[in-house]
């Protein structure tokens, strides 16, 4: 398995609050990506990296940053959550050169925000 | 645009009967395919990809897909399911020279005794 964790597993917050989510990896893998799963829609791409303070959007970045400083770790931030925000997050990893660019799951992250 | 459709969101089997999950993308370019499965509450495990070649690819846990490129389909098949399939089943498309996943609704796989 891709050593791939992610913190908190399980988060339950209130509208308006700031909240941070954590993707750690070990593989030291250069692209990083942070989806969002609910019913009825699959996995959607919220935001990426292909490195260290290189980042970029995704098809449902609007509410969402993100943060690399290390190539370990990928945050995403919900400055002011929404309950619209409420979902299962994942990370996944993968490394250019692995054609094509497969990528790896992290256990992923159930938010809920009342 | 590329786009991917699982017509199934549940499928409902008897152990031990074979089952096919139906996938078909939409893409003006040349894509690769995957599946992908989750078990309950865990993350996503690549079962199987289709990159080049044989148009049957094999994977984990004795499933197996075909891609018709006429029919910009890509099933996921198994001749025999067990309890133990039972799990969400993704689609997705990753389009030639892009890192990009797209990933259909799911498939629910229900197994019952």
């Known amino acids: 398995d891709a050593g791939i964790t992610q913190s908190p597993r399980h988060k339950v917050t209130e509208t308006g609050t700031p909240v941070t989510l954590r993707c750690h990896q070990t593989e030291n893998h250069r692209y990083m990506y942070w989806y969002r799963q609910d019913p009825g829609h699959g996995l959607r791409l919220i935001h990426y990296s292909y490195g260290v303070k290189d980042t970029d959007k995704g098809e449902v970045s609007d509410g969402y940053s993100v943060s690399r400083s290390k190539t370990e770790d990928f945050l995403l931030t919900l400055e002011s959550a929404t309950s619209s925000q409420t979902s299962v997050y994942f990370c996944a990893i993968s490394e250019e050169g692995n054609s094509p660019y497969e990528q790896y799951f992290g256990p992923g992250t159930r938010l809920t925000v009342t | 645009a590329q786009s991917v459709t699982q017509l199934d969101s549940q499928v409902p089997v008897f152990e031990e009967a074979p089952v096919e999950l139906r996938c078909n993308y939409s893409s003006s370019v040349s894509v690769y395919l995957f599946w992908y499965v989750q078990y309950p509450n865990q993350g996503l495990q690549l079962l199987l990809k289709?990159?080049?070649?044989?148009?049957l690819v094999k994977g984990i846990n004795g499933f197996e897909a075909e891609f018709n490129k006429s029919q910009t389909s890509f099933h996921l098949r198994k001749p025999s399911v067990h309890i133990s399939d039972t799990a969400e089943y993704f689609c997705?498309?990753?389009?030639?020279?892009?890192?990009?996943?797209?990933f259909g609704t799911g498939t629910r796989l229900q197994v019952f005794p």
């Open positions: 997705a498309v990753t389009p030639y020279n892009t890192d990009k996943l797209i």
């Open positions: 289709y990159l080049s070649g044989s148009t």
